[in-house]
T-cell receptor, first 114, second 113 residues
Framework: SQTIHQWPATLVQPVGSPLSLECTVE??????LYWYRQAAGRGLQLLFY??????ISSEVPQNLSASRPQDRQFILSSKKLLLSDSGFYLC?????????????FGDGTRLSIL | QKEVEQNSGPLSVPEGAIASLNCTYS??????FFWYRQYSGKSPELIMS????GDKEDGRFTAQLNKASQYVSLLIRDSQPSDSATYLC?????????????FGSGTRLQVQP
């Protein structure tokens, strides 16, 4: 069966510091991968998605970036965090065939910026 | 802009009652529809998928889809306090393109014991 791992679970960072969040998927090949952010009490905001290695689409311009160095690895980065970057970051995957497959989420990273 | 609309709630129902959660979407080309449950502080969990007009039942859950009205709903029978959560409706736009889901902002359900 497929599993998705996301770490760390909780992170506290000062303003201006860098960020790296990692997500890996097991048990499937060529998945679609996604990064979402959820502010407290709000809906899911799609940040990036990827249909293959090195292929990244950005949905919202901001100081974050994403990379996919391997088929089942997705990384979210920032060079300099802002206070507004606080939130619950979720990685998700879906099967690569077609566009009608559900997404499955990791456990998320709760990021607090001080 | 492609949108998914949900009433934010809270929707409060007594234990054992039927909870009815509704969602409307803006794009007639939508092909697939999903309901997720999100407990406070946790990540969303897929509970139902529906692709064709009509009803789809899975245990206490029934998803209903009406493409002509651009409306999808989730019924929870015999509601339990453990069903108290935020329910997210998600719609995949397009015809097989590898795109992400668009999520509604969610309806918070409270089941009163």
């Amino acid at each position: 069966s497929q599993t998705i791992h996301q770490w760390p679970a909780t992170l506290v960072q000062p303003v201006g510091s860098p960020l790296s969040l990692e997500c890996t998927v097991e048990g499937t090949s060529n998945p679609n991968l996604y990064w979402y952010r959820q502010a407290a009490g709000r809906g899911l905001q799609l940040l990036f998605y990827s249909v293959g290695i090195g292929q990244i689409s950005s949905e919202v311009p901001q100081n974050l970036s994403a990379s996919r160095p391997q088929d089942r690895q997705f990384i979210l980065s920032s060079k300099k965090l802002l206070l507004s970057d606080s939130g619950f970051y979720l990685c998700a995957w879906s099967a690569g065939q077609g566009g009608n497959q559900p997404q499955h989420f990791g456990d998320g990273t709760r990021l607090s910026i001080l | 802009q492609k949108e998914v609309e949900q009433n934010s709630g809270p929707l409060s129902v007594p234990e054992g009652a039927i909870a009815s959660l509704n969602c409307t979407y803006s794009d007639r080309g939508s092909q697939s529809f999903f309901w997720y449950r999100q407990y406070s502080g946790k990540s969303p969990e897929l509970i139902m998928s529906i692709y064709s007009n009509g009803d789809k039942e899975d245990g206490r859950f029934t998803a209903q889809l009406n493409k002509a009205s651009q409306y999808v709903s989730l019924l929870i029978r015999d509601s339990q306090p453990s069903d108290s959560a935020t329910y997210l409706c998600a719609v995949n736009y397009g015809l097989g393109g590898r795109r992400a889901l668009t999520f509604g902002s969610g309806t918070r359900l409270q089941v009163q014991p």
